[in-house]
């Protein structure tokens, strides 16, 4: 008897308990939105935050409140908005594809090497000390953290510089995220000029460091029909969507800075 008593206040207690944790979880529940479960499910679930959201499922909540418009998933591309704007009774936009591009050229044939590091295999370590072992203190340290970020196996080291292969990039932007030179940049699959360095020395250090490099000489700005690119901070940069692909920057630059990207 002595023993009985307190398991019958114990199970009282747990019971009461148990019927106030049902009354407040009814009370205070949170309406579930089964539009965006739908999205969540049509979403690739890659969680890159490409699209401007944290996440999936950050982006399928904008998409069912409609503070968000389809289509700015690179990694779904269009067949996962036009999921979506089924979804949403609505019709799908127009998505262009996109795909990583390392803006360096500084394999171990274009640039030097000034000191040996023995450390972590890692660019973000290397590039505490002194920028990285390159002579070119804006370039490509070839450790490959952006390799090993990239779960669609679309990037690789070769001649210790990171090369991404846009056939297999789906755009998501994890690379760019880890790079400590911040020299990757997510572009979209147009057929244009590129101008694949960034570095910010003048053009004698710049031609001193790398064989490659952009010197800053304006060439190709003067010789752009549309503008399209311009020389800023010793380096010109390309606007993708004003580039007709004509060839003619790639033509007069003296370095070969400049490739044709697609």
């Not at 998933?73 to 936009?93: H, Q, R, S």
């Not at 970020?149 to 210790?160: K, M, R």
């Not at 400590?180 to 101008?195: F, N």
Request: charged residues 20%.
């Amino acid at each position: 008897m002595n023993i009985l008593i307190p398991v019958l206040i114990v199970a009282a207690i747990g019971l009461i308990a148990g019927l106030g944790l049902s009354a407040a979880s009814l009370i205070m529940a949170v309406p579930t939105d089964e539009t965006a479960e739908q999205l969540m499910q049509a979403l690739p679930g890659a969680n890159c935050g490409a699209c401007g959201f944290s996440g999936c499922a950050g982006y399928a909540a904008a998409l069912s409140k409609g503070e968000s418009k389809v289509g700015l998933c690179p990694v779904g591309g269009k067949a996962v908005a036009e999921e979506c704007a089924a979804i949403l009774g609505t019709d799908a936009e127009e998505v262009t594809p996109k795909a990583a591009i390392v803006r360096c050229l500084g394999t171990c044939d274009n640039t030097t090497v000034k000191m040996d590091y023995t450390g972590f295999e890692s660019c973000a370590a290397a590039a505490l000390l002194y920028g990285g072992m390159n002579t070119c203190r804006f370039g490509c340290i070839g450790l490959g953290d952006c390799a090993r970020e990239c779960e669609y196996h679309a990037i690789e080291l070769c001649n210790e510089i990171a090369i991404v292969d846009r056939d297999l990039c789906v755009g998501c932007g994890k690379c760019a995220k880890v790079c400590p030179k911040q020299l990757i940049e997510i572009t979209d699959r147009v057929e244009a000029a590129q101008v694949m360095c960034s570095s910010h020395d003048k053009g004698a250090v710049t031609r001193k460091n790398c064989h490659v490099g952009c010197i800053g000489c304006m060439k190709c700005e003067k010789n752009c029909p549309t503008s399209a690119i311009k020389v800023e901070n010793f380096v010109a940069h390309v606007d993708r969507e004003n580039c007709l692909g004509c060839g003619l920057c790639i033509e007069n630059c003296p370095t070969h800075a400049i490739h044709e990207i697609f």
